[in-house]
């Protein structure tokens, strides 16, 4: 059974976001810990994701979504709907307002989350990478976080266009002219959940 589309490949030994229905196109942006910060959302085609070279929210302004933090145990999403166990990761809350999420190899990365309208988190992790940072929405519901990766692809290209997003290759979306980040992802299609963290 393979996990749901469109979402994000990201397993643990693979660094690549791949763009569209290309299976052998694809562009190295992501690292294993972003693999963590998008929630272990996996699947072998994706779509486009949304990135950017600078923050498109101040990291200090993050909120604590996740309080003091904690360990979770992650599930990927199948095709069935059912929920694979995954990796188990550790939240600790930073003193910038952010978080840093802990893989099991002890390799951390750093996050924020952002509020957005209708409940949900606009997550943004730093990447020692260009782009340096990437997006996904969560929807946080008591001890349980659901991982949402809205897909390029699956968008308006109108809508991305008037929201000033450059499409690099055929759905490859920065985000860096986006004025209001805020309105951008409270408009995007978030599809289906990818992903959840279950707190333990």
């Known amino acids: 059974r393979r996990p749901t589309k469109p979402t994000i490949r990201l397993h643990s030994q693979l660094t690549l976001c791949m ?3 290309q299976p052998n196109t694809h562009v190295d942006l992501m690292s ?3 693999y963590l910060l998008l929630a272990l959302a996996a699947s072998f085609l994706l779509s486009g994701c949304f990135f950017s070279e600078t ?3 101040a990291p200090e302004n993050g909120v604590p979504a996740l309080g003091e933090g904690g360990r979770y145990q992650s599930y990927q999403r199948l095709s069935d709907g059912q929920y694979k166990k995954d ?3 550790v939240v600790k809350r930073r003193t910038d307002g952010g978080y840093d999420w802990i893989d099991e190899k002890n390799e ?3 996050i924020s989350f952002h509020a957005i309208a209708n409940g949900y988190h606009v997550v943004q992790a730093h990447e020692k990478k260009n782009p340096a940072y990437a997006y996904a929405v969560v929807r946080i519901s ?3 976080v659901q991982v949402f990766v ?3 692809d699956a968008q308006d290209k109108s809508m991305l266009l008037r929201l000033r997003v450059t499409l690099n290759r055929e759905y ?3 985000i860096d002219r986006v004025i209001d980040p805020e309105e951008f992802f409270a408009s995007v299609k978030l599809g289906e959940s990818t992903s959840k963290l279950v707190r333990e």
Request: charged share 30%.
């Open 55 to 57: 923050p498109k929210f």
């Open 108 to 110: 951390a990365q750093r």
């Open 142 to 144: 008591g001890n349980e």
């Open 32 to 34: 294993h810990r972003t």
């Open 19 to 21: 763009i569209g229905d």
């Open 87 to 89: 990796e188990v990761i």
């Open 150 to 152: 809205p897909a390029c």
């Open 172 to 174: 490859e979306c920065m």
